[in-house]
Nanobody, 117 residues
C-alpha cells in the first residue's frame, strides 16, 4: 500500500519555526500536486497549502505569509516551512497527493506539531 511519510514535527515555542517534510514514491510524486493539511482535536481537517507539479502555490488565509510550501522533484519530497508559529497552529500535520482525474490520492500518517511555551 502506498503511503507518504511525513517528518519534522515536534515541540516549538511561540514565534519559532519548523520545517516539515513529506516523502512520496517517485511514480506518484512526479505528476501530482501536493497538499498540506492539519487537524487539531475537535476540529475539521484544514487545507493549508497546495503546490502544483510545476511549483505554483496556493495558501489558506490562516497561514499566508507565515508558511511556505515547496517541492524538490529530484528528491520526491514536499516541504512546509512554518515560521512565527502560534499556539493555535498546534495540530497533526498531514500531506497528501492531488492527482489528476480519477487517480487515487494518498495520505501520510501525520506528524504532530505542538506550539507551547
Amino acid at each position: 500500500q502506498v503511503q507518504l511519510v511525513e517528518s519534522g514535527g515536534g515541540l516549538v515555542q511561540p514565534g519559532g519555526s519548523l520545517r516539515l517534510s513529506c516523502l512520496a514514491p517517485r511514480s506518484i510524486f512526479s505528476i501530482a500536486a501536493m497538499k498540506w493539511y492539519r487537524q487539531a482535536p475537535g476540529n475539521q481537517r484544514e487545507l493549508l497549502a497546495r503546490i502544483s507539479p510545476g511549483g505554483s502555490t496556493n495558501y489558506a488565509d490562516s497561514v499566508k505569509g507565515r508558511f511556505t510550501i515547496s517541492r524538490d522533484n529530484a528528491e520526491n519530497t514536499v516541504y512546509l516551512q512554518m515560521n512565527n508559529l502560534k499556539p493555535e497552529d498546534t495540530a497533526v500535520y498531514l500531506c497528501s497527493t492531488d492527482r489528476p482525474g480519477p487517480l487515487k490520492d494518498y495520505w501520510g500518517q501525520g506528524t504532530q506539531v505542538t506550539v507551547s511555551s
